[in-house]
Structures are given as structure tokens and as C-alpha cells.
């Protein structure tokens, strides 16, 4: 799936939340950034409806609060990050032991 794609579909998730939650009005979207207050994190490489398969936060998304659910994503990003970063080095590591062998 293309970026463009992607940021297309997470604005059209937020402002979908946005509609349903007035709490959730002070974030701002592009599809690529989600804006709070001055606080800006790039959105574009992750999936905004990966984020509600967390049955607590898919039940609360109508009533959650905009820095909240803005901390929410900001985890969920550095979450992947570190998934990423995990798996490389796990692939550099076999990669190594397998040219030893």
C-alpha cells in the first residue's frame, strides 16, 4: 500500500473519531502528522485502525481525551520502532552465525 494510501486512510480514521468524540478536537491531521497542542509525530508509516484491535481503547474511542489518545499513538509508534529495531538485529545476528558455520 502506497504512503498516500495510508495517510489517507488515517485521516479518514481520525476525523471519524473526531466526529464521534468532541474531546478529540484539538488533534489535527493530515495523514501524515498528528498534531496536539505543539507536539507533532509523524503517522504515516502506521495503521490509525491497528490502534482500536486494543479492545479498551476501541470501547473508550468515543469518550477518550484528545492528549490521551494523542500519548496512545505516540506509544504505539515507539512500540513498533522497537519491534524494528528488535528484529534487525535478530536478522543480523542469525546472519552472522550463519556465515560462521
Known amino acids: 500500500m502506497s504512503s498516500t494510501s495510508i495517510e489517507s486512510i488515517n485521516a479518514a ?6 466526529d464521534k468524540n468532541p474531546n478529540l478536537l484539538p488533534l489535527q491531521t493530515d495523514g501524515h502528522y498528528l498534531l496536539y497542542q505543539n507536539q507533532k509525530i509523524d503517522i504515516s508509516e502506521i495503521y490509525m485502525q491497528d490502534l482500536l484491535l486494543n479492545p479498551i481503547l476501541f470501547q473508550n474511542i ?3 481525551g484528545a492528549n490521551d489518545l494523542f500519548e496512545i ?18 536478522t ?9 558455520l
Open 13 to 18: 480514521y481520525v476525523a471519524s473519531w473526531k
Open 62 to 64: 468515543n469518550t477518550i
Open 73 to 90: 499513538i505516540k506509544l504505539h509508534i515507539n512500540a513498533i520502532k522497537i519491534k524494528e529495531r528488535e528484529l534487525k538485529n535478530k
Open 92 to 100: 543480523r545476528r542469525l546472519k552472522n552465525y550463519e556465515s560462521t
